[in-house]
């Protein structure tokens, strides 16, 4: 029998290729004469012809050169800088849509990197929002220094070109002015932009965040130095263009870095730190605390994940991966108690000192890794009756995966930002677990993020 041979796309090669689904970072997937081709802006069920940019061994990558056929679901994205930016993978799609396709990349994953019988299992409809647009209650744009003008923006897809943002449409319409407002002031006072090239000058990053619910509004100017010339008029001026601001602070990154953040901040004006609600908790978010960027969804989210857990009042529940603590506290009065860890030593202090401020009194949370912690406390004799995880986009560390199957506990709840990786720690759970169901959130719309929960429970 003859071996059959690939054809290799050559670079620049244009061919036509059908579109049969969405990838994970938003973009076509076809297959031309066996070989898979990724080409972003491409839509499912699309007929495109297409150029070839790029080619591995495995896989290539193509540009759209025409639309032969449509997708009935394409529309115009209404962002003008949408295909320079690459902030948003998914404007090009009606909304309903989106939701549609997140939940088939969820599919897709658990086809890839499981043997679980994916058809039949519950896999919900994604939740989104009624109103997809301006949702993000934080924005941090780079600056620069063109032919004289101050921009504020993102760096372009795949490149170093900062593309300028004046009103981007996922941003709070708040945070959108106060960039605005912050960029005239550092033009009219000839205010020095740091540039990455000669490592001179002094403004890098605006950061604007808004408390949706409490409208409280906090700027924060990243400096390569702490000495910022004309300091007081710099303040002056924001608080005039920018009412609503509640807290001005400094922070200070003299490194050469692609981190946003130093370690030194100095609060200019106001307060240290904003409000923010979520349901009926309150939280002060200073300039580095993390808090999730969509909190209308937050709450939809943690509320699924309240209900996966189902909790009766007596149970002892672990919140891994806790942060400052917000989904063990959203749930605390169902629980017995709960004990919480993070490696990130001040999202311990404020996950603290969030409880307390809230009468918490049965949560306890310690500095460290889930999968150190954990093994300890089942030693002195503390054995969870429930798990809820929420790790980075990198999934679960495989000793916590083993610590799981070694303690476990009744039910493990699994709040994921990337699919892939959710599916692969399934697969390494599934012979103890069983999926009841999962249920996607779209946390970001006009992206191709997708966030799940999967609920699981012991397989007696």
């Not at 311990?348 to 300890?376: F, L, S």
């Not at 002195?380 to 995966?401: E, F």
Request: net charge positive; proline share 5%; glycine share 6%.
């Amino acid at each position: 029998m003859k071996k059959e041979q690939t054809v290799k796309i050559e670079p620049k090669q244009t061919f036509p290729l059908t579109i049969k689904r969405l990838g994970i970072n938003g973009e076509g997937v076809g297959y031309f004469k066996r070989q898979v081709v990724f080409v972003p802006g491409a839509l499912p069920g699309e007929e495109v012809v297409v150029e070839a940019t790029k080619v591995q061994p495995k896989f290539a990558e193509g540009r759209i050169k025409k639309i032969r056929k449509k997708s009935p679901y394409r529309v115009q994205p209404p962002c003008p800088v949408y295909e320079e930016c690459g902030g948003c993978q998914l404007q090009h799609l009606r909304y309903d849509q989106q939701l549609k396709e997140k939940r088939d990349i969820v599919i897709q994953a658990l086809e890839r990197h499981t043997k679980l019988p994916v058809a039949q299992m519950d896999i919900r409809e994604t939740i989104g929002m009624d109103d997809p647009w301006n949702y993000r209650n934080k924005s941090q744009f780079q600056v620069g220094n063109r032919d004289g003008q101050i921009l504020a923006g993102l760096y372009g897809i795949n490149s170093h070109k900062l593309v300028n943002i004046q009103q981007c449409v996922v941003q709070h319409p708040l945070t959108n002015k106060a960039t605005e407002a912050v960029k005239q002031v550092l033009q009219d006072l000839k205010i020095p932009i740091y540039n990455e090239r000669s490592r001179k000058g002094i403004v890098r990053t605006i950061v604007a965040r808004v408390g949706i619910q409490t409208g409280e509004l906090q700027i924060v100017l990243i400096t390569s130095q702490k000495n910022l010339p004309q300091q007081d008029l710099i303040i002056e001026r924001i608080k005039k263009a920018v009412p609503e601001v509640k807290s001005i602070v400094q922070n200070v990154n003299g490194q050469k870095t692609s981190l946003i953040f130093g370690d030194q901040s100095i609060t200019l004006e106001g307060a240290d730190f904003i409000q923010e609600t979520l349901g009926d908790l309150q939280f002060e978010l200073s300039a580095r605390t993390f808090f999730q960027l969509n909190p209308e969804q937050t709450i939809r989210l943690y509320n699924e994940v309240k209900d996966a857990a189902g909790l009766t009042g007596t149970e002892k529940v672990v919140d891994a991966y806790c942060g400052v603590g917000t989904i063990g506290l959203w749930m605390a009065e169902q629980a017995g108690e709960i004990r919480g860890m993070d490696i990130i030593r001040e999202s311990i202090e404020d996950a603290k000192k969030n409880a307390e401020r809230h009468g918490i009194k049965h949560a306890k949370y310690v500095v460290g890794k889930a999968e150190e912690v954990m093994p300890k406390w089942v030693k002195q004799g503390w054995k969870p009756d429930v798990v809820i995880v929420d790790p980075p986009r990198t999934g679960l560390d495989q000793q916590l995966l083993k610590t799981i199957l070694q303690v476990k506990p009744k039910k493990v709840v699994y709040v994921s930002c990337n699919p892939s990786t959710l599916a692969k720690d399934i697969a390494v759970l599934a012979p103890k677990y069983k999926v009841k169901y999962m249920q996607p959130v779209d946390m970001f719309p006009q992206t191709a993020h997708v966030e799940c929960v999967a609920w699981m429970s012991r397989v007696v």
